[in-house]
């Protein structure tokens, strides 16, 4: 994990400048209710225009995602193909057996054989991706265990978050705001798993690209995107 950074709220997209609001909560758990976090904590402080986004980790503790590695049991398949992982400067990903474990579980063995097999090829060829591009995006969005600075969740696995559109579609019904899923990391990867209807993905990943939120232990899960005018 990146040690958090701080950037400057307002950024300017296409002459437009947009202020980045983090919205700060407790630490969040299994027992907690994403709309009712967001009725209590983020509601209060948003305008009529502003997006709302939320990062796809907490979100997937609210749904119960996030899985103690004390509970996981890691099978040799997991063992031997966690060795095979390439590092990233971000995260150990799927290097720790058990959270290959859990992308094992997430998409299947056949799959996962499948992904790390074109990966193997991949790598030959010195193209980089190419095990996530098969395994997919539940597998991709693993957080292994120490990846966040939060406890109790700095000894769990966090899988990615449940149907992040089906979540931002019915936050958006209920609270008529704009709503995006992001996945971001603290050296440019940012990306939108999921979004209500008028989000439009190329402007929030770009809003979004130099994480305003922070990547430590601010505890903002939230971030609202706020048009700003003169």
Avoid at 47 to 55: A, F, N
Wanted: proline fraction near 8%; include cysteine.
């Amino acid at each position: 994990m990146s040690h958090s950074k701080q950037t400057e709220p307002i950024i300017t997209i296409g002459g437009v400048k947009f202020d980045r609001i983090p919205v700060k909560t407790g630490i969040l758990t299994p027992q907690d209710d994403i709309g009712e976090v967001i009725s209590n904590y983020a509601l209060p402080l948003m305008q009529p225009g502003d997006i709302l986004t939320i990062s796809e980790s907490p979100l997937a503790i609210t749904q119960g995602r996030a899985i103690p590695v004390t509970e996981i049991k890691v099978t040799p398949l997991a063992k031997l193909l966690s060795h095979f992982v390439a590092k990233v400067p971000y995260g150990i990903g799927l290097g720790a057996p058990t959270s290959m474990q859990c992308a094992i579980e997430e998409t299947g063995v056949p799959r996962i054989l499948f992904a790390a097999f074109i990966g193997a090829a991949g790598k030959l060829l010195k193209r980089k991706g190419a095990f996530y591009k098969v395994a997919g995006m539940q597998a991709a969005l693993i957080d292994a265990a120490t990846t966040s600075p939060v406890p109790p969740y700095t000894d769990t696995v966090i899988k990615g978050p449940l149907h992040p559109e089906k979540v931002c579609a019915e936050l958006h019904s209920r609270f008529g705001y704009e709503f995006a899923v992001m996945d971001i990391n603290d050296i440019g990867g940012c990306w939108m798993i999921g979004g209500s209807p008028g989000v439009s993905k190329h402007f929030i990943e770009t809003v979004m690209k130099d994480n305003p939120q922070g990547q430590g232990d601010e505890l903002t899960p939230f971030c609202i995107v706020r048009r700003v005018t003169d």
